[in-house]
């Protein structure tokens, strides 16, 4: 009897050490395949109204934004199948639940800016709270991404702040920020990331952001045409336009290429913007086969291809535009299967740098 207890604990051993050295032998799997692949990055500006409420009428928008709202469940589902890493760069004014507490949750200070019609703050105080709540706030879809496998929120600020517009300082920039961490840090989350609104991308901001603990910021594709963000002259829209659909496959970068540099954020150039669906056929299919033909690039050169758009993109046509994300995905996963192409937040990219 006693043999055989003794028996049967060295089988146990035996077993421990086996599951110890395939461990070993796995995560040093891991860690050559980490070494070597390129990945796919997803980053999306999740922001409902707050991020055009100087370009639409409210009124207009409701059937788009209940489209949003019904939408993400849809792409949390389709991360989940193909096992999609994402990271949402989210509005904090979503965070509240209602007007009252957007009320109570005011900032002390505020952004003064010289155009007016940019403060959130003043578009919210002239909103009617019983028609506009749904387009405001979304708390229950923050919780919803937080649950789901894989993950990452990070921040687009607490107000859709705009960092290059005049009568802005640092001050209320800060104040932006450390309300949008204290929001997310009430739900258990730690905010990491960070995307600017309209891509205003002020250097002298990024200490700060590092010294409150975001790690990375996303940042413009390095063509001349993105350089000025701003800029909406005809040269410069037609240009940015005829690059969804022709063009050189050079939107994607090694790891290596990526920087860090001590006390700002490490900075993740996106690749491209997935424009929403498109009636014209022809121009639709250009522009996914351009992703397309992309991501094999980045796949085959173990790159980083790093795709965003807004969540509400898909507010109109919800169906055709998920189908086509399903496309996309699909072709991730053979990519996957082809080239060992992975899927990564930018929290996840940043850990490799
Ligand atoms: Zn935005």
Redesign the pocket.
């Known amino acids: 009897m006693k043999s055989e207890n003794l028996e049967l604990a060295s089988q146990q051993v035996n077993k421990s050490m086996n599951l110890e050295l395939s461990n070993q032998t796995m995560n040093k799997t891991a860690n050559q395949q980490i070494n070597n692949n390129g990945f796919l990055v997803i980053s999306l ?1 999740f ?1 409902l109204i707050w ?1 055009v409420f100087d370009k639409v009428d409210h009124n207009d928008k409701k059937t788009y934004f209940e489209n949003t709202r019904k939408i993400i469940p849809e792409i949390l589902k389709l991360f989940l199948e193909y096992n999609i890493h994402c990271t949402w760069a989210t ?1 904090g004014m979503l965070f509240n639940r209602d007007f009252e507490e957007w009320e109570a949750n005011k900032p002390s200070r505020v952004p003064d800016y010289v155009n007016s019609s940019l403060s959130a703050y003043k578009y919210g105080d002239s909103l009617k709270p019983e028609l506009s709540a749904q387009s405001c706030f979304a708390k229950d879809l923050i919780s919803q991404i937080n649950n789901t496998a894989n993950q990452e929120i990070g921040t ?1 600020t607490y107000s ?1 702040y705009y960092c290059l517009e005049d009568g802005q300082t640092l001050a209320s920039f800060k104040a932006d920020l450390e309300k949008s961490i204290s929001m997310a840090k009430a739900m258990g989350i730690e905010l990491k990331s960070l ?1 600017f ?2 891509n205003q991308f002020n250097e002298s901001y990024l200490k700060v952001c590092y010294e409150f603990g975001i790690k990375n910021v996303r940042s413009n594709p390095t063509d001349w045409y993105w350089k000025d963000t701003q800029s909406t002259s005809l040269k410069n829209r037609l240009f940015r336009t005829g690059d969804a659909y022709f063009g050189s496959n050079n939107k994607s970068y090694r790891v290596k290429e990526l920087n860090k540099i001590d006390g700002i954020p490490l900075s993740q150039k996106a690749s491209r913007l997935l424009r929403p669906y498109s009636k014209h056929k022809i121009l639709n299919n250009l522009k996914l086969n351009r992703i397309i033909s992309e991501m094999t690039h980045a796949a085959k050169n173990n790159e980083i291809y790093h795709l965003w758009w ?1 969540p509400h993109n898909f507010g109109n046509n919800p169906e055709e535009n998920i189908s086509d994300l399903r496309k996309l995905l699909e072709h991730y996963k053979k990519c996957q299967n082809k080239y060992d192409f992975g899927s990564l937040t930018m929290s996840e990219l940043n850990s490799l740098v």
Request: proline content about 10%; aromatic content about 0%; charged content about 30%.
């Open positions: 500006d922001e991020g509005v687009h859709h995307v609104p309209r807004h």
